[in-house]
């Protein structure tokens, strides 16, 4: 079964603070994406990376970045939470070819 | 106008009620996903097709290419089923997925 994990399920932090959310995925897949969900808005993507080093900003990157060192792990930074980055974060990873993405179970970030 | 829209935004039923959930979108798609998300958070795949008709258990998605619509069918709906579900287009030679807002569907006993 693919496995796709994230450092935390619910994470708290204050305004101006720098925020990392850390995804995994065990099965070798190249893409990798990085979504927040909000209600009535559904999911919208943030960043993806097709490959190790590669990364291509979604539809929202605004106050967002991310790195992916190793092909496993694709890592989503806030440089300076704000208030308005409180979501639901979603990682999800796909093979290149067959487009099916496996979506991690999320995280739930509340920036106070 | 979204690219994908979904309806309804909020479906409840008796239980053992046929169930249909529709998608209609504006955009060249490869394929259509749908996909089901429980209380919590997680997100899980039912089906991608980009054709046709696919069934497994309960489920049936099927989709008409030219009228840019899909459906998702629950028969024998079970309280097990409540749950939101997603449509996402996978926009054509592109590996990213357009979602629609969901529909939120509970069934009760």
């Known amino acids: 079964d693919v496995k796709v994990t994230q450092s935390s399920r619910y994470l708290v932090k204050r305004t101006g603070e720098k925020v990392f959310l850390e995804c995994v995925q065990d099965m070798d897949h190249e893409n990798m994406f990085w979504y927040r969900q909000d209600p009535g808005l559904g999911l919208r993507l943030i960043y993806f990376s097709y490959d190790v080093k590669m990364k291509e900003k979604g539809d929202i990157p605004e106050g967002y970045s991310v790195s992916r060192e190793k092909k496993e792990r694709f890592s989503l930074i806030l440089e300076s939470a704000s208030t308005n980055q409180t979501s639901m974060y979603l990682c999800?990873?796909?093979?290149?070819?067959?487009?099916?993405?496996?979506f991690g179970p999320g995280t739930r970030l509340t920036v106070t | 106008k979204n690219e994908v829209e979904q309806s309804p935004q909020n479906l409840t039923a008796q239980e053992g009620e046929f169930i249909t959930i529709n998608c209609s979108y504006s955009?060249?798609?490869?394929?259509l996903h749908w996909l089901q998300q429980h209380p919590g958070g997680g997100i899980v795949s039912l089906f991608m097709l980009s054709s046709g008709k696919k069934k497994h258990g309960r489920l049936i998605a099927t989709i008409n290419i030219q009228e840019k619509h899909s459906s998702l069918h629950i028969t024998a709906s079970h309280p097990r089923d409540s749950a939101v579900y997603i449509c996402?287009?996978?926009?054509?030679?592109?590996?990213?997925?357009?979602f629609g807002t969901g529909t939120r569907l509970q069934v009760f006993p």
């Open positions: 955009v060249g798609i490869s394929a």
């Open positions: 999800a990873s796909s093979p290149r070819w067959t487009y099916e993405q496996y």
């Open positions: 996402a287009a996978l926009v054509y030679n592109t590996d990213k997925l357009i």
